[in-house]
């Protein structure tokens, strides 16, 4: 018997169907984040030359998870089109060009990464035995490429028929294993940060084979995969690329504009790059519930605008941008009063105390212009549409805050000036994606 869509779940009690995805999200992100923690906990053991070596690694995988994640975003949204509209076989085809698009990424990473791999280490800055030690990781983590990106790519699949609980329990297997895998590798092997990698890639594997018995042998997805139904669609590419290729490229910017904002605060102070830093890890933490709506919304709103429920589409909008706004709000009061006893958790030193307390309550302001900025963004994606969220990072990251801190460097203003500058970014940002989604609705016809 074939499963059954969950539209008319969503229809029956959108507000409800919503946390139900979310929640699963966010408990997932919850997870990676340990996943990540984790892993470093373990190479921090071995010294500070493995962890720096893994750092000159990170942003090579960043890539490749930016990459697949924002084309995910575009797979998810036109799979819930598709559902919304009732067409199945375009929903299973839609995954089904996914897989093929799969390939084709873990083909062309990983030529790259076994024939450039440590001339990109080179580029990136390393050296010497960092270089040697980076390399090590790299080389194996290199076996994983497919299996993140395929991990990666099923989990979009499901979220875009509604399905976040399965891959939240597939991500904490992955994360125990490798909470498991680690210390034996690493110490009890002696295979250092070889041993890491490794552990890592099988857990990856673990995770893979999840989602494969899940897929197709359970079929217990609303999703099917059949290959001799498969017929290969420019459109349907067509469409999670214009998704997808602005949401990854919105990824690069925002980790080139950390970079860059590393590079004005250190002339400020080291204190004042390591507080942002610390200041940053807290904004990832409090903005998981924010992206676990986003992301159930880029679902809902993509069924419902495939439906053509245009009031029910309407309603879970206005719903998921208040629910964000209450979010914010309660932790700009909750980390205003308890900035002075969080940022210790984080570090004794003095001047980063000082300097991150005053950070965080200028940023906190901004917080819920930054709910409403990601909602609506997720929005666009959900109707098709990729380039506002580009648009937005331009503006906020490449325009706004990046010359507004070089500026206030160069003539000597201090440095809550370069805080000031991220909120006035993140409130204009906001605006515009505003801005950008009202336009959407109205092109399309739902208001």
């Not at 992955?174 to 940060?193: E, H, K, Q, R, S």
């Not at 359970?218 to 669609?233: A, E, H, P, V």
């Amino acid at each position: 018997m074939e499963n059954q869509s969950r539209l008319q779940t969503f229809l029956s009690n959108p507000s409800r169907s919503l946390w139900t995805m979310a929640v699963p999200i966010i408990a997932g992100m919850m997870v990676q984040t340990l996943f990540n923690v984790v892993d470093i906990m373990f190479i921090g053991w071995l010294g500070a030359k493995e962890v720096t070596a893994v750092a000159f690694v990170s942003p090579l995988f960043f890539i490749i998870i930016g990459l697949t994640v924002g084309l995910g975003a575009g797979v998810t949204a036109s799979i819930a089109q598709f559902i919304g509209k009732k067409d199945k076989k375009n929903a299973d085809n839609c995954a089904e060009h996914t897989i093929l698009l799969g390939i084709g990424i873990t083909l062309t990473l990983s030529i790259l990464g076994i024939f450039f791999g440590e001339e990109l280490l080179v580029l990136l800055g390393a050296s010497g035995e960092i270089l040697d030690i980076a390399y090590t990781y790299l080389k194996v983590l290199l076996y994983g490429i497919g299996l993140v990106v395929f991990s990666l790519f099923f989990r979009a699949i499901l979220a875009g028929e509604g399905e976040t609980k399965l891959p939240m329990i597939i991500g904490l297997i992955g994360t125990l294993l490798n909470l498991i895998l680690d210390p034996i590798f690493i110490f009890v092997l002696a295979y250092g940060v070889k041993g890491a990698a490794l552990a890592t890639v099988i857990s990856q594997a673990v995770m893979l084979a999840s989602y494969l018995f899940i897929i197709f042998v359970r079929k217990s997805t609303y999703i099917t995969f059949n290959i001799s139904d498969f017929q290969y669609t420019p459109s349907i590419l067509k469409t999670i690329f214009k998704i997808g290729i602005p949401s990854s490229a919105a990824m690069l910017i925002m980790s080139f504009g950390q970079a860059v904002m590393n590079a004005i605060l250190i002339n400020y102070s080291s204190e004042a790059v390591a507080a942002y830093q610390i200041v940053s890890r807290i904004d990832m933490l409090l903005f998981m519930p924010i992206l676990g709506i986003g992301i159930s919304l880029t679902t809902m709103v993509g069924m419902f605008f495939g439906a053509k429920e245009y009031k029910k589409l309407i309603w879970i909008i206005k719903y998921g941008i208040s629910r964000a706004v209450y979010i914010t709000t309660f932790s700009v009061m909750v980390l205003f009063l308890s900035a002075e006893m969080i940022l210790p958790l984080f570090s004794d030193n003095k001047q980063v105390l000082d300097i991150g307390v005053t950070y965080l309550r200028i940023i906190i302001l901004a917080y819920p212009a930054v709910g409403i900025s990601v909602i609506c963004s997720r929005i666009c994606q959900a109707l098709g549409e990729g380039m506002p969220l580009l648009v937005t990072t331009v503006t906020r990251v490449l325009i706004l805050t990046a010359p507004l801190s070089y500026y206030f460097y160069i003539t000597g203003k201090p440095i809550e000036w370069v805080w000031y500058a991220q909120a006035f970014a993140i409130l204009v940002a906001a605006t515009v994606s505003f801005f950008w989604m009202r336009f959407y609705l109205k092109k399309f016809a739902i208001v």
